[in-house]
């Protein structure tokens, strides 16, 4: 017999899809900053779409967008972010949303389906004004004092007047409600070219690599540019030059088979073309999903740093400023997704770790959660030429549908 079971439209998930996008256009992509106008607008477009899926509709304090529903059975909570980094992509946040949206207007109405999907827009999954912030505060892991301090990393706007200016001044933020969900569904684009690549339609996440995240600086002795014989210089900038040249030579020794590491930011002080730099700073990255190697590479680095300063002519102090633990996707998750992928993908799927952050890490810490990635064209992301084919969202519209039904079929 065919299959007779509603699916997803991906007409309506393309043109909602595009809607968004027509809301703080740059490009072919968007700039929505969390709290600007587009993403509020933003929130506002799902709070209007959320009763067409059976679902109430609120904002809470930190402007999470949740859509709930009344139907007996488990519920299943899915979504994603609407914000987007600066002048960047159309699809990192919104497509995780938008499918969420359409598995609720699927399934919820469905009176074979036991139970219903709840749809979440997490705030500030991108970091404007700290670190998964919406999410974090849904699983309990931020308190008021981190939201009083919370600057625009951008503007340095604070998050206490950004709140105040869309209108949320003074509303509680709403955490996760012990036993109401059997779990978390995620869905977001690769960010990567491993799908593309092995012409695969759909990836199973299986962990989401932690994030750590290192200040190291370095102090010699600011002088005169054109005086100061190089002998006997102690500048920083050298230093820290040849600190970034040694730990590619170093930790490829010890890192593991999908260690990542990178130097984001370089500052030196202060920073004249005629001056010798008296200290210099580095914000240094390493990704991986195994804490181990996490650890050896730690060590290493410090260990570099102590060989440094005892070798001169400048000191070097590493600082750990932000711990991020790997997170586990649920077995069972993975094999719903798997599953749906055999039924409507052809089996075209693998499993694969995300090396990127995404707050299913977060909602793992409190249930189950699993992640479902659709290709990028390039693997390109965090830019305004971000993009994926219409086939193929259509094609993970209709996995994830299938996989937020077996899912809640138990």
């Known amino acids: 017999m065919p ?22 256009t740059y490009k072919t992509g968007v700039h929505k900053p969390t709290f600007s106008e587009p993403h509020k607008e933003s929130l506002d477009w ?14 809470d304090g930190i ?78 892991q931020v308190t008021e004092a981190e939201i009083d301090a919370a600057r625009d990393r951008t503007s340095g706007r604070t998050m206490r007047d950004a709140l105040a200016e869309i209108g949320l001044s003074g509303r509680e933020r709403l955490g996760v409600e012990p036993g109401r969900h059997v779990g978390y569904l995620e869905a977001h684009i690769e960010q990567g070219d491993t799908l593309e690549s092995g012409k695969l339609a759909i990836g199973v996440v299986t962990s989401i690599v932690g994030i750590w995240q290192y200040r190291i600086n370095f102090t010699g002795e600011q002088n005169h540019a054109g005086t100061t014989r190089m002998a006997v210089r102690k500048d920083a900038g050298l230093a820290l030059a040849k600190f970034c040249v040694a730990i590619d030579q170093r930790f490829p020794d010890t890192c593991g088979p999908r260690t990542v590491w990178t130097t984001g930011r370089i500052t030196l002080d202060p920073g004249a073309p005629s001056i010798i730099p008296g200290g210099a700073e580095m914000l240094f990255q390493i990704r991986d999903d195994d804490p181990a190697v996490i650890a050896r590479l730690e060590q290493l680095l410090r260990t570099m740093a102590d060989e440094a300063s005892a070798n001169g002519p400048c000191t070097v102090t590493v600082e750990k400023i932000r711990t991020g633990a790997p997170a586990m996707m649920n077995p069972s998750f993975q094999d719903a997704i798997d599953a749906a992928s055999k039924a409507l993908a052809g089996g075209r799927s693998i499993r694969m770790p995300s090396g990127a952050g995404h707050d299913a890490q977060m909602l793992a810490t409190v249930m189950p959660a699993a992640m479902l990635f659709v290709p990028s064209i390039g ?32």
């Open 46 to 59: 799902l709070v209007q779409k959320l009763p067409g899926a059976g679902l109430t509709a609120a904002i």
């Open 3 to 24: 299959d007779t079971k509603p699916r997803a439209d991906g007409q309506r998930v393309l043109a909602d899809l595009n809607a968004l996008r027509a809301i703080g």
């Open 379 to 410: 693997g390109i992301s965090h830019h305004w030429t971000e993009d994926t084919a219409d086939a193929d969202i259509v094609t993970g519209a209709e996995v994830y549908v299938e996989a937020c039904r077996r899912i809640l079929a138990g």
């Open 63 to 140: 402007g999470n967008v949740f859509g709930t529903s009344a139907k007996s059975g488990p519920k299943l909570l899915a979504g994603s972010h609407l914000e987007s980094q600066n002048y960047a992509g159309w699809l990192d946040g919104p497509l995780g949303v938008v499918y969420a949206l359409e598995a609720a207007r699927v399934l919820n109405a469905d009176p074979t389906v036991k139970g219903a999907v709840e749809v979440v827009a997490w705030c500030d999954e991108e970091g404007h004004f700290g670190s998964f912030l919406g999410s974090r505060s849904y699983v309990g």
